[in-house]
């Protein structure tokens, strides 16, 4: 939880289904929901907002300059280090990762960034992801859904950032990476995927096998459209690990059941639904298993033991993303 407020400077600008701007100067950021309004991208303007208590934007009295914002097919910013972000399926998600970004690069080291954040998209991918789970509960295989667009407005968020002057991209969602390499067609800047900076990270750890002479297993857990899209296990695999994934068992048994109750807010009940489906994984002698999904990363209280033995894929990001910066302004 991060309880110190968010001071940004903000000019919003005409763009379909999106409102963005700029902050140049992060310092803290306060995890609350912003009811109907997300937290938005930004360029120096002439307005500063600041969250109160409640984690409303509110206007400052004072101003910096009154220069307009600059037309979409101008860069808003200039700087080499600039990350660009685009949101993911809910608000919660998408400041959760500017958190782990903040916490890395330290309150003296500010970094600019740009982020994009749609209701519209939000919608969007719900609704793919409930039409996911639905169809996985359909005896027969279920429909064929249709994502044409979802990754069109994917492509259009990426486009703006690019042109908006962001170096690097970056998405802090798990079911937005589905279309991961259908969106970076033609992206002329670095677009990182979780799944592959989780990869990276995990082979430079140098692990051992938990049984002599059995290879290295990482287990993932995640809802059904992730582990359908199979990203995590192409990525892991290509840098040699075995993949280790719930059975259709733990799957009809324990995953789903949990994310039932966690929709009826059995928070408990999910909570231990979880614990089994990772005990399972685990007796399977995995060295550590990939939890892809911020709803069951939160279930498990901070000192839980089995959290221990989990990878938060977005954490891998967060590093991934603040290296990149390093690297931007050595300029290396």
């Known amino acids: ?84 972000i685009v949101g993911g399926a809910s608000v919660d998600s998408t400041l959760n990762l500017l958190g782990k970004l903040v916490q890395l690069r330290g309150e003296e080291n500010d970094f600019p960034f740009l982020l994009c954040s749609d209701p519209l998209l939000n919608k969007e991918l719900l609704s793919h992801e409930r039409s996911s789970f639905s169809s996985l509960n359909c005896k027969g295989g279920g429909v064929q859904l249709d994502d044409s667009l979802i990754v069109e407005n994917l492509r259009i968020k990426r486009v703006f950032l690019e042109k908006a002057g962001a170096r690097c991209i970056v998405m802090p969602c798990h079911l937005s990476h589905i279309w991961h390499d259908e969106v970076c067609k033609g992206c002329s800047v670095p677009f990182l995927h979780v799944s592959e900076c989780v990869a990276k990270e995990l082979k430079e750890d140098n692990m051992k096998p938990l049984e002599a002479g059995s290879p290295l297993r990482i287990g993932v857990l995640a809802k059904n459209a992730i582990l359908t ?104």
């Open 229 to 332: 899209a199979g990203f995590y296990q192409e990525k892991l695999q290509h840098e040699g690990f075995e993949v280790v994934l719930p059975d259709k068992a733990t799957m009809e048994h324990t995953l789903i059941p949990a994310l039932h109750a966690l929709n009826r807010k059995d928070v408990e009940g999910a909570r231990n639904l979880l614990r089994i489906a990772l005990q399972v994984l685990l007796v399977r002698a995995v060295n550590t298993v990939i939890l892809a999904s911020d709803d069951m990363q939160d279930l498990l209280p901070p000192d839980d033991p089995l959290l221990k033995k989990c990878i938060d894929p977005m954490d891998a990001l967060a590093r991934s993303a603040i290296k990149w910066v390093k690297s931007a302004e050595k300029g290396t």
């Open 1 to 84: 939880m991060f309880d110190r407020s968010l001071t940004v400077s903000v000019n919003t600008l005409n763009y379909p289904s999106c409102t963005l701007g700029f902050v140049n100067s992060y310092r803290t950021l306060s995890r609350t929901r912003l009811n109907s309004n997300p937290l938005l991208a930004m360029p120096p303007s002439s307005v500063l907002l600041q969250t109160d208590e409640s984690g409303k934007f509110q206007e400052s009295k004072k101003s910096f300059g009154s220069k307009a914002a600059p037309s979409c097919s101008d860069s808003l910013l200039n700087q080499e280090n600039t990350v660009g």
